[in-house]
């Protein structure tokens, strides 16, 4: 099915992630400190694992029609409702919908910059979705016949005593086709068409910073997974915070044989937040001629 394109700027495309001082084997060793707040997280992270808490899924209250936006802001908002058939605030707070309307534009703009063909159906993978509040827009973009969110900390607990599952569970309660799985994504040993990562870890501080010890840093193992699942036309959709954290990504992407056909600093209209750094990779260099077609 095709779809009309995006308006985009075209000073966003073909951002360079071979960075000359960046490479794997530069990367800072993990401090001392580092390593304390990691086993402290440990404590936390494997207490959950063990207790696996779930209250039921947890619906968040629907504010049904946004407010306290600004003109661009309204008029993004409706481009992209006409163009993908959505209504996000249907379903989700304000603060939620906002962010899912974020991301969808996020894709929106990468496959115009990038000059991606659209496709519908097919088996879309998110890797590290935390609680999946995300899902409505992945499903909405890709139309996919199979959505699955994978994270390895499914069972974080938060202040309403709700898990990160039971929230997934709400957020994906009226999408079809649609799983949350928790577990490492590195042993999910699954084909996709798509595979899709949102500020994966490739360095120590955003683990910490999100509480979390740093066995999960193990951004190798995890790219390698990747590059098995994937299909022979499949795509991976990897979005980084800066350029640095992209090209130490993308030195691991090509350190495990994925290939980069792409890549653009996507800058929204929605949320005031640093640019993305969008790249996409295929599995092998025949598919980087005709990636993700069904």
């Known amino acids: 099915m095709a779809l009309p394109t995006a308006d985009v700027d075209p000073t966003m495309c073909d951002v360079p992630l071979t960075r000359p001082e960046i490479t794997l084997d530069t990367l800072p060793r993990c401090s001392f400190q580092q390593r304390v707040r990691s086993h402290y997280h440990a404590f936390w992270y494997h207490l959950g694992e063990r207790f696996a808490w779930s209250r039921g899924a947890y619906r ?3 504010v049904r029609r946004l407010s306290q936006l600004s003109g661009i802001q309204q008029a993004r908002i409706a ?4 163009r993908f058939r959505v209504g996000f605030e249907q379903q989700a707070e304000q603060s939620t919908a906002l962010k899912q309307y974020d991301y969808l534009e996020v894709l929106e703009r990468t496959w115009s910059a990038l000059g991606l063909p659209y496709s519908v159906g097919g088996a879309v993978q998110d890797m590290g979705s935390s609680n999946f509040w995300y899902a409505a827009a992945l499903h909405a973009f890709f139309q996919p016949s199979e959505l699955v969110g994978v994270e390895v900390e499914g069972y974080r607990i938060y202040t309403n005593g709700y898990s990160r599952l039971d929230y997934a569970h709400g957020y994906i309660q009226n999408l079809p086709n649609t799983q949350f799985i928790v577990g490492d994504y590195a042993g999910y040993d699954h084909p996709a068409d798509v595979v899709t990562a949102w ?3 490739v360095t120590p501080d955003p683990v910490l910073a999100w509480r979390m010890p740093l066995s999960v840093l193990a951004p190798r193992t995890l790219f390698s997974r990747v590059a098995r699942n994937l299909t022979p036309h499949g795509l991976f959709v990897m979005v980084n915070q800066g350029q640095d954290e992209a ?4 030195a691991w992407c090509e350190k495990v044989g994925l290939v980069r056909y792409g890549s653009c600093e996507v800058r929204t209209l929605l949320r005031s937040r640093r640019p993305a ?3 996409c990779w295929t599995s092998s260099h025949l598919s980087h001629l005709c990636p993700y077609q069904n």
């Open 60 to 62: 968040e209250r629907p």
């Open 79 to 82: 481009s992209l409702q006409r």
């Open 199 to 201: 500020y994966p870890f």
């Open 247 to 250: 090209a130490i990504a993308a």
């Open 277 to 279: 750094v969008v790249s």
